[in-house]
Every structure is written in C-alpha cells, then in structure tokens.
C-alpha cells in the first residue's frame, strides 16, 4: 500500500538554533586525526564494523546496512545536524559516498575534487583538485560517486578517465593513469573497488559509441592486470534469444535482425555497455558481480541486430583474472535504455525451503530480481515496484508511449538489504514517457541515441520507495514520495531505514518493518546520494551528500551534512 504519514520534521534553517542546543560547530577543535590505511582484513570484515564505512556499498556484499543500533526507531526523531561541510567547489550531480576511516572522511566533488575531513567536526584536513583535460564528454551531467580506500591511500575515476591514487594522510597524487581516451566519450564515474591489491573500475560513455570494460589496475603501481570487455568481438549480434522472454514479450522481428546481420557485423566496436556502479564480491568463491548498462546506439535496434551482449545484463568473472563465469540478460536487444545499472547485492534467499546464496539486482524495468550466485540462473523477479505499461512495445516514428520511461523503474540507485527484515529497499521513478525513432549516424565523440525519449506534458511524475522481501518477491510496504527518486538508501540494525532522492530537499527516516515515516530534514538541495552510517566515540551518525541531480532538474548544493542524536549537555 502507499503511504503519507507524519513525521518529525526539521529544515536546513534550522541548524543554527539546533548548534546552540549543543550540535558541535564545524570549525570545533577535536583529538587529532590519525589516517589509518585500511587492510584487506578490514575490507573482508567491513560488514560487521560499525565504527567504520570503508567502501562504496559498506562492505563487499554492497549491502549498505549498518550493524550500531544507537540510533534506532525510538529515538530517530530526535537526530540533528551535528556538522554541515560544503565544499565550496564547482556544482553538478552530486553523488558522493563519503567514506569514513577511523574518524576521517573521504569524498569526492562532481567535478573530480577529493576531500579529507575530521569525522568529528567538519574540519578539511587536505584537498586533492584533478586538473582535468580538455572539455570532457560526459552523459548525464558531471557527478562523481567516491572513492575506494586501501593500503594507505584512496582511489578516484575520473570525468577524464583516469584513476589516481592519492596518498591518504596528504592528499598527494602517487600515481595516475589514463583508463580509456576520453576525446571518443570515455569517462569514469564509479566508485572504484578495492580487493587484494587490485583496484577495479568500469567505463561510462556508452551514449557516445564506445566499447565498454571493466578493467583492474595493480594497487601499488597503477599496471592494468586484465580487462574484460563487457561488448564481446564475438557473440556480439550472433545470439538470438527468444521474442518472449521471462515471459515478457519483446516484440523483436527476429527475421529482419538475422537478414540485417551481414550489414552490421562490426557494431560490437560501437556497442555501448557502460559499468557505471560499483560491483560486488563474494571471497568465498573469488567471484566478482558486475552490471552492464545500454547498448549503443541506445534506442537504435536496427543497426545493431541480436541479442548485444552483455549489455543489461548481469555478468559474473574471475575476480582475480577477469574471466567469464557467467551472465544473466534483462532485456536482449533493448531499445528502451533499460540500463543494468543499480549495483548488484549480496545475500541469502529461500528456494524450496533452503537458504541458497543469491545476488539481486534493482532493474530499470520496475522488478527486482534475485539470482542464483553460482549459476545466474532466476531464482524470482518482485512484484513490479513501479507501474509498468504497454511494455516493451518499439518505439515509432510518432511516438509510442510506456512505463518505466528511460530513467526507470529503478535508477543507478544503490539498494539496501537488511538482514534482520530480509527485505531490500529500493528507490523507484515514474515518469511516463513517449519513445520515438529517429536515425542517426554514429559521429566520434557526438551524443549517440539513434531516437529519442521524451516526458509526456501534464503526466504526473512521483516516486516510490519500497520494501521487497527477497524470500518472495512481494512488496512488503511501499511509500509514495512527491519526486521520481534518484539517490540512494541505508538500512540499519536499529530497524531504521534512510533515504533522500526526490527534489524536494528532503531527507527521510523510516521504520524499516512498516515504513513508517519517523523523521525528516530538508536540506536545501536534492538529496540525490546514498547515505552512510559510522562510530566516534561510541556515538552513531548518518552522514549524506545533498547537492542536486542534473538528469531530473532537482535543485543543486555542495553540502554534506552529518547527522547524530543531540548531545547531552
């Protein structure tokens, strides 16, 4: 059911009056900052580390659940803001996790700035600029989502496509690398993965006909160790998948493709399939989980016939070389830019009375689905978590109307999981949208769709927020919010789940078994990242960028803010 309910509610003018209350201003002197470099044994048991947020998904399941109950359902809607940085630098999309290790904290700007902070109070202890090259090419706005900490220093992608390595205690570049030439539309946007010495990235820029990878680069010298390219050289348009599928009709012409084939035999040079998000890793069987997004052009299926693999699809490797294990497609030869996007997630599921280890996956489609770990094969696909209409029908010349549009169902948006609830929070968008084809020829470095999507005037847009148990597929609550949600959401031991994503500044506290709406702030900006949790001094805080989104138009800032319970005097 939808749900509208009251809250406690506290606004961004608000802060001054709740600092004179007892919050700690952002200039306050603390103990004294120590930069720990974090261990492999660290990441391996991220997950039961409350004091700590050491990677972009918090720990290598990409579960995003924080295990201190301090701050919980009872007390949840006494949370004030502790400390507010902003980072003064050049606006965009501002997606960051900030990472925090032993009282600092690591984030990054939409522009390729990486900042270090005192946990405890807001203050910038080194800044790190990317100079950037040229005029980058870039989809869907400048943004950043955060680093990845190890071995004494942190990691950044860049809009340039590079990777640098930053000392962690000054802020210095130790190494940096060009990943892919961003003159052809490469760009990085991810948040780099650490995992026994490796460093692991993936590409942006399929709108632009480049050939996406996932790549991993030797920790302490910045060597590429393997590349696997998520557009094979073969298999490419030779697999043909059935024209219904999962018992979606896809309304392909099979026999046209397969006549068109000869013609366009060397589309997998140009075939898009960006890894915009973070994998997840299980060290138990050294497998890492990535997910591959659109195909280029996007919209265009008549000049790239077959399945193209391994777009929107979910792709297992060999984590510590790069080969195929194995894939799972979501939509074979999308023409509706159904991006894979939203990181894959890590947990246990119930198949016939046993517990099978699973990965899920929050698809643009509007189903969340939840595979077998070791095969890929479907275990179960949600409830639909957004409306869905005349799917998958082609786009015309006219115009054809449907449900997800291209932002989703759900979005890049990272999903929690709690292991307490067994249910996955996930940010869903409506917004109705018209498909109408268009021809374009493939041009170096040009915007690449090949037709156009387009939001249908007067059509309401909303979002959704949404508990799913991943045991059944069945919506356990649903809330209803004034904006389609891009952003992020944080599960906690304290039966408390957090999220912002809509334009309305707002960032949201609920109960994670009822949904009930416990507390909100505004926060002046979109809050259009995922939040974290972490420990100082025995005390819990959430901490979230809000900074606005550029696809959705959602107002633009450069804060953090760090929420905690109000201190006792």
């Given amino acids: 059911m939808m749900r509208r309910l009251p809250a406690v509610i506290v ?63 009872r007390n949840v809607g006494t949370l004030v803001p502790r400390w507010v940085y902003q980072t003064g630098g050049p606006i965009g ?172 035999k060397d589309a997998w040079q140009r075939g898009g399939g960006s890894t915009w998000m973070t994998p997840a890793v299980d060290p138990a069987t050294n497998t890492l989980f990535i997910v591959v997004g659109n195909p280029s052009p996007d919209l265009d299926g008549e000049i790239r016939p077959g399945d193209n693999l391994y777009t929107e699809s979910m792709v297992a490797l060999d984590v510590t070389t790069g080969k195929y294990k194995w894939h799972y497609q979501y939509v074979p030869h999308d023409v509706w830019d159904l991006d894979a996007v939203s990181p894959a997630v890590l947990f246990e599921t119930m198949v016939d009375g046993r517990r099978v280890k699973a990965v899920g996956h929050a698809g643009k489609t509007g189903w969340y689905y939840v595979h077998d770990r070791a095969t890929g094969k479907l275990i179960r696909k949600s409830q639909a978590f957004v409306p869905q209409e005349n799917m998958f029908a082609q786009p015309t010349a006219t115009g054809v109307r449907m449900l997800p549009g291209a932002n989703g169902g759900s979005e890049w948006s990272p999903v929690a999981y709690s292991p307490d609830t067994q249910m996955v929070y996930v940010l869903g968008l409506h917004q109705p949208m018209n498909y109408i084809t268009h021809s374009a020829p493939f041009d170096r470095g040009k915007l690449w769709l090949g037709s156009a999507f387009v939001a249908i005037p007067g059509e309401e847009q909303w979002g959704t927020f949404s508990a799913i148990d991943v045991n059944t597929g069945k919506i356990a609550w649903q809330n209803k919010l004034p904006d389609p949600l891009i952003g992020g959401a944080l599960a906690t031991a304290g039966g408390v789940v957090f999220t912002g994503g809509d334009g309305t500044g707002n960032f949201y506290a609920f109960d994670a078994k009822t949904g009930k709406e416990l507390w909100r702030f505004q926060c002046g900006a979109g809050v259009n990242a995922a939040p974290i949790s972490f420990e100082i001094d025995g005390e819990q805080f959430i901490a979230v960028a809000a900074g606005g989104n550029f696809q959705l138009r959602f107002p633009y800032g450069d804060s953090v803010f760090v929420f905690g319970l109000p201190k006792k005097r």
């Fill in 93 to 264: 999309s501002f997606e960051t996790t900030p990472l925090v290790v032993d009282g600092v904290m690591y984030l990054t700007t939409p522009f390729n700035h990486a900042i270090a902070l005192d946990a405890r109070t807001g203050k910038q202890l080194w800044r790190y600029e990317h100079k950037i090259g040229g005029s980058p090419i870039i989809c869907c706005g400048p943004n950043n989502r955060g680093l990845a900490a190890a071995y004494g220093r942190v990691y950044m992608a860049t809009l340039d496509a590079h990777l640098v390595a930053i000392d962690q205690k000054t802020g210095k570049v130790v190494w940096d690398v060009e990943v892919a030439d961003p003159t052809a539309g490469y760009s990085l946007t991810i948040a780099p993965l650490a995992y026994k010495g490796l460093i692991i990235v993936g590409n942006s820029g399929a709108e632009y006909g480049v050939r996406g990878f996932v790549d991993a680069y030797n920790a302490t010298d910045g060597k590429r160790v393997w590349r696997f390219w998520t557009i094979p050289d073969t298999g490419w348009e030779g697999t043909w998948s059935p024209t219904t599928w999962e018992g979606e009709k896809l309304n392909r012409d099979l026999n046209k493709e397969k006549a068109d084939f000869a013609k366009h």
């Fill in 11 to 73: 606004s961004w003018a608000a802060v001054l009056l709740l600092v004179a209350a007892g919050a700690a201003p952002a200039q306050a002197q603390g103990p004294s900052v120590t930069h720990t470099a974090v261990t492999d044994q660290m990441l391996s048991n991220a997950s039961r580390d409350a004091k700590n947020w050491l990677s972009y998904g918090k720990d290598y399941s990409n579960t995003r659940y924080a295990s201190s109950k301090r701050i919980n359902a």
